[in-house]
């Protein structure tokens, strides 16, 4: 009888065009966007889904965003380098094992382009500072923030030179050597090496002339802004039902505006999930169950991952994550920086109550491709690291019933934007390399 009164109230309310529980965000503008090099945006298309920027010229970019994925990869954890195959499909192989698990969830690309995303990765440790020398902060040093053109061209940098993700192991490659030797820069450098086989590439210099038209050589920076210009076209995402309501063309179904008003209302989703993109690119401690080989140096043995601390310093930020935007989410589970959770709704239900959620989290729901050898849950069966979890939460339990949550779902489904969860330009053909192209 409460659920029915309630959507009753909400088909009421649409009724009268009342736009009610707290503020609304703005609509999308082209405004809010990036401006983009259309040479630029199909250069970097074929270097997204191109090997050729691995070290071992066996993983590209899509590996772990892939289109079939609405750009993550549709497990918990990823398989880097070394694997084969695309999400839970994904495995090792005698030749080339993977070493451990990629640590943290593949994030989603939406909406990338947008001017507001000025922090990026789950611990922000990539972040706009015009203090800073190339107005970025990184954990890189100050010469490796010179030239991007953008933050989205910037995080390039750290998959290509991860070990686990995209660089291959020390004597693997070329590529791989450079980095565990401290040669990123310069000539012989990682990314030197990196330009040079795509520079060297017969299909690709077409395709460089015209995105870089003045540039002598082709820089790694070259690259990345490419590949940034790709990501902000193709999945820009503004097209979804509730863009259409937030621009006063159409209305929303009942169960889904009931939905927004518990999101925007009394269930709080809006206090963290806030503005046009339903984020407030902050970083809040929320509990979210820890696995997997955490986000600790080579030298730790621990499989501690301490979020936004490993940035700061701060123990007030430990196991805090950034809060990750809500377009297109019905689609990119698992669900939290460890996508501890499978399904959306079970996750809404644990976020609402996050030190209840521990106590009954079941580890049988995690999706993980296989990858024998590996503790995968040290942390989670350590009562000291449960505890200090337990303790980083800070947020006050929220009652949801079923009906809730489902209707929280509803609204979820109406930021679902099928144009850019296909992706505008697709997955290649072929890619001016002639390595395979994951599909």
């Given at each position: 009888?409460?659920?029915?009164?309630?959507?009753l109230i909400?088909?009421?309310?649409?009724?009268?065009?009342?736009?009610?529980?707290?503020?609304?965000?703005?609509?999308?503008?082209?405004?809010?966007?990036?401006?983009?090099?259309?040479?630029q945006?199909?250069?970097?298309?074929?270097?997204?889904?191109?090997?050729?920027?691995?070290?071992?010229?066996?993983?590209?970019?899509?590996t772990?965003?892939?289109?079939?994925?609405?750009?993550?990869?549709?497990?918990?954890?990823?398989?880097g380098?070394?694997?084969?195959?695309?999400?839970?499909?994904?495995?090792?192989?005698?030749?080339?094992?993977?070493?451990?698990?990629?640590?943290?969830?593949?994030?989603?690309?939406f909406?990338?382009?947008?001017?507001?995303?000025?922090?990026?990765?789950?611990d922000?440790?990539?972040?706009?500072?015009?203090?800073?020398?190339?107005?970025?902060?990184?954990?890189?040093g100050?010469?490796?923030?010179?030239?991007?053109?953008?933050?989205?061209?910037?995080?390039?940098?750290?998959?290509?030179?991860?070990?686990?993700e995209?660089?291959?192991?020390?004597?693997e490659?070329?590529?791989?050597?450079?980095?565990?030797?401290?040669?990123?820069?310069?000539?012989?450098?990682?990314?030197?090496?990196?330009?040079?086989?795509?520079?060297?590439?017969?299909?690709?210099?077409?395709?460089?002339?015209?995105?870089?038209?003045?540039?002598?050589?082709?820089?790694f920076?070259?690259?990345?802004?490419?590949?940034?210009?790709?990501?902000?076209?193709?999945?820009?995402?503004?097209?979804?039902?509730?863009?259409?309501?937030?621009?006063?063309?159409?209305?929303?179904?009942?169960?889904?505006e009931?939905?927004?008003?518990?999101?925007?209302?009394?269930?709080?989703?809006?206090?963290c999930?806030?503005?046009?993109?339903?984020?407030?690119?902050?970083?809040?401690?929320?509990?979210?169950?820890?696995?997997?080989?955490?986000?600790?140096a080579?030298?730790?043995?621990?499989?501690r991952?301490?979020?936004?601390?490993?940035?700061?310093?701060?123990?007030?930020?430990?196991?805090?994550?950034?809060?990750?935007?809500?377009?297109?989410?019905?689609?990119t589970?698992?669900?939290?920086?460890?996508?501890?959770?499978?399904?959306?709704?079970?996750?809404?239900a644990d976020?609402?109550?996050?030190?209840?959620?521990?106590?009954?989290?079941?580890?049988?729901?995690?999706?993980?491709?296989?990858?024998?050898g590996?503790?995968?849950?040290?942390?989670?069966?350590d009562?000291?690291?449960?505890?200090?979890?337990?303790?980083?939460?800070?947020?006050?339990?929220?009652?949801?019933?079923?009906?809730?949550?489902?209707?929280?779902?509803?609204?979820?489904?109406?930021?679902?934007?099928?144009?850019?969860?296909?992706?505008?330009?697709?997955?290649?053909?072929?890619?001016?390399?002639?390595?395979?192209?994951?599909?």
């Amino acid at each position: 009888m409460r659920v029915l009164l309630r959507i009753l109230i909400a088909t009421t309310m649409i009724g009268a065009g009342a736009v009610a529980a707290g503020d609304m965000p703005a609509p999308v503008t082209d405004a809010d966007y990036l401006e983009l090099d259309p040479d630029q945006i199909r250069l970097g298309h074929l270097l997204f889904y191109d090997p050729i920027l691995s070290g071992n010229r066996n993983i590209s970019c899509a590996t772990c965003h892939h289109p079939k994925f609405a750009t993550a990869d549709g497990v918990a954890l990823s398989l880097g380098e070394g694997g084969v195959g695309l999400g839970l499909e994904r495995r090792a192989t005698a030749e080339n094992t993977p070493e451990q698990r990629i640590p943290r969830n593949a994030p989603a690309l939406f909406n990338l382009g947008a001017h507001e995303f000025t922090v990026m990765f789950h611990d922000g440790r990539i972040e706009v500072d015009p203090s800073k020398p190339g107005g970025l902060r990184t954990p890189m040093g100050a010469e490796m923030t010179q030239g991007f053109a953008n933050l989205l061209s910037a995080q390039t940098m750290f998959p290509v030179l991860s070990a686990d993700e995209m660089a291959g192991h020390y004597s693997e490659n070329d590529v791989s050597q450079a980095v565990r030797q401290g040669r990123i820069t310069g000539k012989g450098g990682a990314w030197d090496l990196l330009s040079r086989r795509v520079a060297e590439t017969p299909g690709y210099a077409p395709l460089i002339k015209a995105a870089f038209p003045g540039s002598e050589e082709l820089t790694f920076t070259d690259i990345s802004d490419a590949i940034a210009a790709f990501v902000a076209f193709e999945w820009r995402s503004d097209s979804s039902l509730f863009d259409a309501y937030l621009r006063g063309q159409k209305v929303l179904p009942a169960e889904a505006e009931f939905g927004r008003q518990l999101f925007y209302g009394e269930a709080g989703c809006s206090s963290c999930h806030a503005g046009a993109f339903q984020t407030d690119h902050g970083f809040h401690a929320m509990g979210v169950p820890q696995f997997g080989p955490g986000k600790a140096a080579r030298f730790e043995s621990h499989a501690r991952d301490l979020g936004r601390m490993r940035v700061t310093g701060r123990e007030a930020d430990a196991y805090a994550f950034r809060t990750p935007s809500m377009r297109n989410v019905t689609k990119t589970g698992p669900y939290g920086h460890t996508g501890s959770h499978a399904d959306l709704a079970a996750f809404i239900a644990d976020h609402s109550d996050p030190k209840a959620a521990l106590d009954r989290f079941d580890p049988a729901q995690v999706v993980l491709p296989e990858l024998p050898g590996l503790d995968d849950w040290r942390h989670f069966q350590d009562p000291a690291e449960q505890a200090a979890l337990r303790a980083s939460i800070g947020t006050v339990p929220r009652a949801l019933s079923a009906a809730d949550i489902m209707a929280l779902v509803a609204f979820l489904e109406a930021l679902e934007d099928p144009e850019a969860i296909a992706g505008r330009l697709g997955i290649p053909e072929v890619v001016p390399s002639g390595l395979d192209v994951d599909r």
